[in-house]
């Protein structure tokens, strides 16, 4: 049993052949997939998705911070709105991103503090997209960080010290992707030292795929090369990080509970 806490299933690269692409999840033993939202646009995609897969699919909601544009204080409101028509189990994907664009960080962080305090108001977790910004991240969460917040820093690639200021928050998880396969990336060795208590699995899909499909389109299935990687990282079984993994997901998430179909 496999949780890919991290997969953008809806976009234009799975029109061609989305149903059979669900069906090798399903047959790699992805049990759930969980979707965050990207923008405004995303949103009717994101959800048509679930209401046809309401056994595998749960989304999430939230404005990434590589779409924080300047009417942002427009779009968050449409985005909250969906809040009190549908469940979603995370608020996400939201955070900062200083890899595409620095000019825009005084938004995202302003974005990124509203979609915290819809996290806190609602209890849900959030899904943060830290992209050359830890440093600016952790300055937001000391000042934001109570019992209330929780939740996982998606696509975890820093370093020993990101890791352990992570773990420090006490109810913050690292997402692991296809990343962890490259042979020069380095996330291996920091990986190692983690506890496995603070990770879950993810792929990121379309993007990021693991190795022996790196440079092509990546998709829930691939999840499991994560898992076989982590489990040789660790020296344990790939059903000891199936259900590590899982446990951790749905102690964040409570994906196992989780209320269906979606309303919005």
């Not at 440093?135 to 937001?140: A, L």
């Not at 929780?150 to 690292?174: L, P, Q």
Request: net charge negative.
């Amino acid at each position: 049993m496999l949780i890919d806490t991290h997969s953008h299933l809806y976009l234009p690269q799975f029109d061609e052949d989305r149903a059979s692409m669900l069906a090798r999840a399903k047959a790699a033993g992805v049990e759930k997939i969980l979707l965050p939202n990207i923008d405004i646009d995303s949103i009717g995609p994101m959800l048509d998705l679930c209401r046809m897969n309401p056994d595998l699919c749960i989304p999430m909601m939230g404005l990434h911070p590589c779409d924080v544009k300047e009417n942002f204080l427009e779009v968050l409101p449409q985005m909250r709105a969906h809040f009190e028509t549908g469940n979603f189990i995370a608020v996400g994907e939201i955070g900062i991103d200083l890899y595409w664009d620095k000019t825009t960080l005084p938004m995202q962080v302003e974005a990124f503090e509203i979609q915290i305090n819809w996290a806190k108001d609602l209890g849900l977790p959030i899904v943060i997209h830290a992209r050359d910004a830890f440093d600016e991240i952790f300055e937001v969460l000391d000042r934001m960080h109570n019992a209330r917040l929780r939740g996982v820093f998606h696509c975890f690639t820093g370093t020993a010290d990101h890791a352990r200021k992570i773990m420090d928050y006490g109810n913050f998880y690292m997402g692991i992707g296809g990343v962890l396969t490259y042979e020069k990336s380095g996330l291996d060795a920091v990986v190692k030292d983690i506890p496995m208590d603070y990770l879950m699995l993810e792929t990121d899909s379309p993007f990021l795929s693991p190795k022996p499909y790196r440079g092509k389109r990546n998709e829930s299935a691939y999840v499991k090369f994560v898992a076989e990687k982590l489990a040789g990282i660790k020296a344990i079984s790939l059903l000891e990080v199936a259900q590590a993994t899982s446990t951790n997901a749905d102690n964040l998430f409570g994906w196992r509970n989780f209320p269906s179909p979606i309303n919005s």
